[in-house]
C-alpha cells in the first residue's frame, strides 16, 4: 500500500494510529493520537514512546509486548497509558509488526481505542457486587478509584456529602470532587500512593477540602486503602466532612489564642498536634515547623530520655495538673537555649482519643526576681523565715541556719511551730490564722514575751516583725527573728542601773532636803525681820540665798521625777475633774509672776468640756511647766494665751484633750529647736544667764506626757514667740491605775 494513502487514511480513523521503529521512537502520530494523549505530531515524533505515554510501573510490560508484536506480526492487550497532563487512560492496544520484503521489521503499527470509560463501567459491577453493602453501613462517603483516577464506585453517603447522583460520579476523574486550586498536584500524589499502595491518612498536617456540585468547599479528613481487585490496585477512598469540627476548632483555636501562656497540644504518640501564636514567639519556631513533630524538640537534650516516660505516666492517669511539681523545669527554643518554664497539664477528649494540653510559661524574669529576693534575705541581718497560709515553712535565709541550728533541708516545708516553744504550739495557727485575714506590716506580740526553740531543745528570747507577701501563688508572711537575748540582758542591766539610781536619788534627795529646807526656812525666816531688823544690803543677800535654795530643791524633784520615769516608777491615777478648776489652780501659781512682768494671761475653754478623766496631778505639772515657762520667756507687757479643747482622733474616734499654750515671746531659733527636750539642755549661755532654770522641765514635760500615750509639739519663730501644743488621750475608766513597771514575768 502507498505510504501516503496510509498516511491518508490513518488522519480519517477515529482510532489513535502510532507507528514505532524497531528502536521504540515515534514515527507516525495521527490526530486521534493528538487529541487522546495531548500531545501535537510535532512533539511526539522522534520521542521514545515508552517516555511518552507509557508510566514507569508499565515499562517493562511494554517494552515485552512491543517485542512479541514484532516477533509474532501481530498482538491485542489492554494497557493504561498516560496522558500529557499526566492524567492515566485505559487503552486496548492493537500493534502489529510491518516488514521489509526481505522480512526484516520495518515499523510497528499501534492502534489505540480508548476504554477507560469501559473499563469503569465493567470494574464498577464487579466492585459493586463484591463490596456494595459494606460500603452502605458505612458512616463516611466512600469513593473508590482506579490507577486511572477514575471514579469506580460510590456510595449513598458520598452522592449526599458531594450533591452528586451517582451517575454523574462513575466513571468521572475524581479530581472533580476538589477545587480546581489543588487539581493540578492531585496526579502525582495518586502516582504516588499507586507506587506505594498502603492504608494512611491522606494529606498528613495538611488542610484538606472538597467541593460539592454547587461550588460549595468544605473542610474533609481523608483515609486512603488499597483495594487488591481482579482488576487491579484500587484505592478506597473515605471521607468524612469535618465542618463542624473545623468550627470547633476555629473556636477552640480563638481561646488558645486569647490564653496569655503559650498553649501545646499533644497525641498519645507525643506529637505536636497544635500549637498558638505564642508557642511560636516563645520557642521561635514557625508553626509548620511544629506540628506532626515530636514534642521532645521543646525540651532539653538532657532531659529527653526521661520524659517519653513521664508523658505515658499522665496518659495511663490523666488530669488537671502543674507539671514537675517542686522540681526546676526548662524548656529549649529553636537556637538551643534554654530557659526555665511552669507548664500546667490537662486532658482533652477528642474524636480521636485524649490528647494532653500544655500550658507553658516563660518564668526567667520570676527566677531573677525570686534569686534577687534570696539574695536580699540572705543580705538581711536578721533570720527570715517565709510562710504560706498552711503554715508550712517554703524558703529561709542562711542567718535562720544559724540562729535555729537547723539545716535548711530540714526545715523547708515543715511546719513553723517547729520553731516555737511546746506550750506555744496550740495558740499558735489561730495567730497564724488571724494575720492572714488581716495582714499588715506589724510587730508580732506586741508587749508580749516571745521565744523561739532551736534544734537542741534551747529557748531564746526573739523580736519579730511579720510582713505580708503577695505572690503570684498567694499571700505568704514574711517574718524577721532577732535574737533578743542580748538586748533583754541589756534591759536587765539598765533596769538593774535605773533602780540603784532611783534608790541613790531617793536617799540623796532625803538627804538634801532635810538641810535645803532648813536653809530656805531660815533664809525666809531672816528675811521677814522676825529676829530683828535687818539693812539692805543684808536682805539681798539673803534673797540670794533663798532663791538658790529653791532653784536646788526644784532642780532635786526635777532630777527625781524624771528618775522615777526612766526606772518605769512612776504611777497614773486617772480621776474625773473640772478643767476650768485645775486651770485656776495653775494660774494662781503663776499669776504673780506674771503680774511683775505686767503680761497678760488670757485662757479659752472649750465649752462641750467640763469634766475630764486624767491624772490631775500630772495635767497641773504639765500645764504649769508650760505656762511657767511661757511667762519667763515672754518680755514685759507681752501676751501668754490657753487653749483647750477635746476633739476625736484615729479610726475609732477616740477622745483627745488638746491644750496649746502660745506666747508672744524671745521665741526659738530653728536650729535649737533639736535641743529643746534634752534634759540639762539651755539653748545658750546668755539665755541660761538671764533666764534661771535647771535645764529639766521641758524634758520631764515631754517624758510625762508621753507616759500618758499622748504626744508634744512646738512651733517658733524667733523673735516673734513660740506654740506648744499637747494631745492626752482620755482614760476609759475612773478606778484604772497605771503602773509604768515592766511586767518581766
Not at 452528586?164 to 489543588?182: H, I, K, Q, T
Request: with cysteine.
Amino acid at each position: 500500500m502507498d505510504a501516503d494513502f496510509e498516511h491518508e487514511l490513518w488522519s480519517q480513523t477515529p482510532d489513535a494510529i502510532l507507528t514505532i521503529s524497531p528502536a521504540g521512537l515515534v514515527l507516525h502520530w495521527n490526530s486521534a493520537a493528538e487529541r487522546l494523549f495531548g500531545y501535537a505530531a510535532a512533539e511526539a515524533i522522534g520521542q521514545r514512546l515508552t517516555e511518552l505515554i507509557v508510566p514507569p510501573d508499565g515499562l517493562v510490560a511494554e517494552l515485552r509486548i512491543q517485542v512479541d508484536a514484532a516477533a509474532q506480526n501481530q498482538a491485542a492487550y489492554e494497557c493504561v497509558r498516560r496522558r500529557k497532563d499526566g492524567s492515566l487512560l485505559h487503552i486496548n492496544v492493537s500493534s502489529k509488526g510491518i516488514c521489509q520484503a526481505d522480512g526484516t521489521l520495518r515499523y510497528v503499527l499501534s492502534t489505540n481505542r480508548d476504554v477507560t470509560h469501559l473499563k469503569v463501567l465493567r470494574d464498577a459491577k464487579m466492585v459493586e457486587a463484591k463490596f456494595r453493602d459494606l460500603l452502605e453501613s458505612t458512616p463516611d462517603a466512600i469513593v473508590m478509584v482506579n490507577v486511572t483516577g477514575r471514579i469506580v464506585l460510590v456510595n449513598t453517603q458520598a452522592e449526599r456529602v458531594f450533591g452528586y447522583p451517582r451517575s454523574a460520579m462513575l466513571g468521572a476523574p475524581v479530581e472533580m470532587l476538589l477545587p480546581v486550586r489543588f487539581r493540578g498536584t492531585h496526579n502525582a500524589h495518586r502516582a504516588n500512593f499507586f507506587a506505594q499502595p498502603r492504608t494512611r491518612t491522606m494529606g498528613a498536617g495538611l488542610e484538606l477540602h472538597g467541593l460539592r456540585s454547587n461550588g460549595e468547599e468544605f473542610p474533609v479528613e481523608i483515609s486512603l486503602s488499597p483495594l487488591l481487585t481482579d482488576e487491579g490496585t484500587m484505592v478506597m477512598s473515605a471521607i468524612r466532612n469535618i465542618t463542624d469540627r473545623k468550627k470547633a476548632e476555629q473556636k477552640f483555636r480563638g481561646l488558645l489564642e486569647s490564653a496569655p501562656d503559650a498553649m501545646v497540644i499533644v497525641a498519645q504518640d507525643g506529637r505536636i498536634a497544635l500549637v498558638n501564636s505564642q508557642t511560636e514567639r516563645l520557642f521561635g519556631y514557625r508553626r509548620e515547623e511544629l506540628l506532626g513533630q515530636s514534642v521532645e524538640m521543646l525540651v532539653p537534650e538532657r532531659f529527653r530520655s526521661r520524659h517519653s516516660v513521664h508523658r505515658d505516666g499522665f496518659f495511663s492517669r490523666p488530669r488537671p495538673r502543674s507539671m514537675g511539681a517542686e522540681m526546676e523545669l526548662y524548656a529549649c527554643r529553636k537556637d538551643a537555649s534554654e530557659f526555665p518554664v511552669e507548664i500546667s497539664l490537662s486532658p482533652l477528649e477528642t474524636e480521636d482519643g485524649t490528647l494532653v494540653m500544655s500550658a507553658i510559661r516563660d518564668i526567667t524574669n520570676r527566677r531573677k526576681a525570686e534569686q534577687k529576693f534570696k539574695d536580699l534575705l540572705e543580705a538581711a541581718p536578721d533570720a527570715m523565715v517565709i510562710v504560706n497560709a498552711g503554715g508550712d515553712i517554703v524558703l529561709i535565709n542562711t542567718q535562720t541556719e544559724r540562729l535555729f541550728g537547723y539545716p535548711r533541708q530540714e526545715l523547708l516545708g515543715r511546719p513553723l511551730e517547729t520553731l516555737v516553744p511546746e506550750r506555744y504550739r496550740a495558740k499558735h495557727p489561730h495567730h497564724r490564722a488571724s494575720f492572714f485575714l488581716q495582714p499588715r506590716a506589724r510587730s508580732m506580740g506586741a508587749g508580749l514575751e516571745l521565744y523561739g526553740l532551736r534544734r537542741d531543745g534551747t529557748e531564746f528570747p526573739v523580736e519579730i516583725s511579720l510582713s505580708p507577701l503577695e505572690t503570684e501563688n498567694g499571700l505568704f508572711v514574711s517574718s524577721a527573728i532577732r535574737d533578743a537575748t542580748e538586748r533583754k540582758r541589756y534591759e536587765q542591766v539598765l533596769q538593774d542601773a535605773n533602780r540603784l539610781k532611783s534608790e541613790f536619788l531617793a536617799n540623796m534627795s532625803h538627804e538634801l532636803r532635810t538641810p535645803l529646807n532648813g536653809i530656805i526656812g531660815f533664809s525666809e525666816f531672816l528675811i521677814d525681820e522676825k529676829p530683828g531688823a535687818i539693812n539692805a544690803k543684808q536682805k539681798e543677800y539673803l534673797g540670794d540665798i533663798l532663791t538658790s535654795g529653791k532653784h536646788l530643791l526644784q532642780l532635786i524633784n526635777d532630777v527625781l521625777d524624771l528618775s522615777k520615769v526612766e526606772a518605769g516608777k512612776m504611777e497614773l491615777f486617772p480621776e474625773e475633774f473640772t478643767v476650768a478648776e485645775a486651770v485656776a489652780e495653775v494660774y494662781s501659781v503663776v499669776s504673780s509672776m506674771a503680774m511683775k512682768k505686767r503680761i497678760v494671761v488670757r485662757h479659752n475653754i472649750a465649752t462641750a468640756i467640763d469634766q475630764v478623766l486624767l491624772d490631775r496631778q500630772k495635767f497641773i505639772q504639765v500645764l504649769y511647766n508650760l505656762l511657767s515657762n511661757a511667762v519667763k520667756f515672754t518680755n514685759d507687757g507681752g501676751r501668754v494665751f490657753v487653749d483647750i479643747e477635746l476633739r476625736d482622733q484615729g479610726e475609732h474616734h477616740e477622745q483627745q484633750l488638746r491644750l496649746l499654750v502660745r506666747d508672744t515671746g524671745i521665741g526659738i531659733r530653728t536650729e535649737d529647736l533639736g535641743k529643746l527636750f534634752v534634759e540639762f539642755q539651755q539653748l545658750d549661755s546668755s539665755t541660761a544667764r538671764r533666764y534661771q532654770g535647771t535645764g529639766l522641765g521641758l524634758a520631764l514635760t515631754k517624758k510625762i506626757i508621753e507616759f500618758q500615750g499622748g504626744e508634744i509639739a512646738v512651733t517658733s519663730e524667733f523673735g516673734s514667740g513660740s506654740t506648744f501644743e499637747v494631745l492626752l488621750p482620755l482614760a476609759t475608766n475612773s478606778t484604772t491605775r497605771i503602773d509604768a513597771t515592766p511586767d518581766h514575768a
